[in-house]
């Protein structure tokens, strides 16, 4: 793979960029960005779906490597943990992995910083994101994610990871967990960023 042809979004390094307005009304959030540019077409299509479907994990882990280098100067608060959206047990089971995990770790191998995989917990079993409207997508995901060990984030700036960002649905709930476990300061990665 051709890291030129790539479609990279430079997102982190604008002070405000396009991803902005789907989480920063909501929520504070101290950085915000995304390693590609998706649309239907783009190479990264193939990328992400060679991660997800085709178990590439090799290629998640080494894209958060590329990235971690490139965000490195990026954080006004950096990063004491890195926190991958969490799959479902049964999801997990069904997929033989969470690709959100090997993009953490690559971030994590090449920012220094640990990946706490176990840390937030997805307690129920939802459908796919995939083919639902912004509300149903935040209906989906309401209330089913959870953080154990509290006491270890709590004061903790943190950055949470994740395949990709539609509406930002996901990454709201989760983010929203990780505040009221008392993290300092909260900070998003995407591997890629869906195109409107």
Not at 65 to 92: C, N, T
Not at 128 to 134: A, N, S
């Amino acid at each position: 793979m051709c890291q030129i042809t790539l479609p990279v979004s430079n997102y982190h390094q604008m002070k405000i960029n396009p991803m902005d307005s789907l989480l920063k009304l909501r929520m504070r959030v101290d950085f915000i960005s995304s390693y590609l540019l998706y649309d239907k077409g783009l190479s990264t299509q193939n990328i992400l779906h060679s991660i997800k479907y085709n178990g590439n994990k090799l290629l998640a882990y080494h894209l958060g490597l590329l990235y971690g280098l490139e965000i490195k100067a990026s954080f006004e608060h950096f990063p004491d943990y890195i926190v991958p959206v969490p799959l479902h047990k049964r999801k997990q089971r069904q997929r033989g992995f969470n690709q959100s995990e090997f993009w953490a770790n690559g971030l994590a191998g090449s920012l220094g910083v640990p990946s706490l995989t176990d840390s937030l917990v997805r307690t129920k079993f939802t459908k796919t994101q995939t083919r639902k409207t912004r509300e149903e997508r935040i209906k989906n995901v309401s209330n089913v994610f959870s953080v154990k060990n509290k006491e270890l984030i709590k004061g903790k700036s943190i950055l949470l990871v994740d395949d990709v960002i539609t509406t930002g649905a996901t990454l709201e709930a989760c983010g929203n967990e990780l505040w009221n476990a008392g993290i300092r300061s909260l900070n998003i990665a995407t591997i890629a960023f869906a195109v409107k």
